[in-house]
T-cell receptor, first 109, second 117 residues
Framework: DQQVKQNSPSLSVQEGRISILNCDYT??????FLWYKKYPAEGPTFLIS?????DKNEDGRFTVFLNKSAKHLSLHIVPSQPGDSAVYFC????????FGQGTILTVHP | KAGVTQTPRYLIKTRGQQVTLSCSPI?????VSWYQQTPGQGLQFLFE???????NKGNFPGRFSGRQFSNSRSEMNVSTLELGDSALYLC????????????????FGAGTRLSVL
């Protein structure tokens, strides 16, 4: 039972444009949502998070949106940079962290 | 402050063997979680330890086991290895303990790449 899903395995974006990564979840008990970024040969690193009582959180070029009624989470990166190319995982917390399958983001110069 | 350290970084084993992976959490972190990463499956939760006690367990067979020591260091063991066990095994530590409400940020090591031949 995949409670957290990232339906797009990959996303390709031009440098300077917006990257939008999506995540859907099924468990309405999740109380916190996080995004992690992973480069090859490294472990995932925490990027940004949002509480279930909020609908938006911003940190520099990164903004996370939460739509609780749709059980949908998205990460916006504006503007995208080649260094943002990595695998992005969304995760949801309720007792333990549950991760999605990841989306490979490629930002072309 | 040193990050999460996992050893070894790479391992090659054959079917039927067993393997032990090690994880040293960030100093002061008492919670350690283990994940298996395979292509297309994301990070699959294996188990979590806090204060030397297993607090959560994922849906993996009993061949996968772990333990945590008094200094919070953790080991994961896989017995009777199968080809499908080939994966990247990640360890993560966090400052907060159960019941893990709210902002539970986990800090990951670089992982151990296990190849089973």
């Amino acid at each position: 039972d995949q409670q957290v899903k990232q339906n797009s395995p990959s996303l390709s974006v031009q440098e300077g444009r917006i990257s939008i990564l999506n995540c859907d979840y099924t468990n309405s008990m999740f109380d916190y949502f996080l995004w992690y970024k992973k480069y090859p040969a490294e472990g995932p690193t925490f990027l940004i998070s949002i509480s279930s009582i909020k609908d938006k959180n911003e940190d520099g070029r990164f903004t996370v949106f939460l739509n609780k009624s749709a059980k949908h989470l998205s990460l916006h990166i504006v503007p995208s940079q080649p260094g943002d190319s990595a695998v992005y995982f969304c995760a949801a917390n309720y007792g333990k962290l549950t991760f999605g399958q990841g989306t490979i983001l490629t930002v072309h110069p | 402050k040193a990050g999460v350290t996992q050893t070894p970084r790479y391992l090659i084993k054959t079917r039927g063997q067993q393997v032990t992976l090690s994880c040293s959490p960030i100093s002061g972190h008492r919670s350690v979680s283990w994940y298996q990463q395979t292509p297309g499956q994301g990070l699959q939760f294996l188990f979590e330890y806090f204060s030397e006690t297993q607090r959560n367990k994922g849906n993996f067979p009993g061949r996968f086991s772990g333990r945590q020591f008094s200094n919070s260091r953790s080991e994961m063991n896989v017995s009777t290895l199968e080809l499908g066990d080939s994966a990247l095994y990640l360890c993560a530590s966090s400052l907060i303990g159960p019941p893990y409400q709210g902002k539970n940020i986990q800090y990951f090591g670089a992982g151990t790449r296990l190849s089973v031949l």
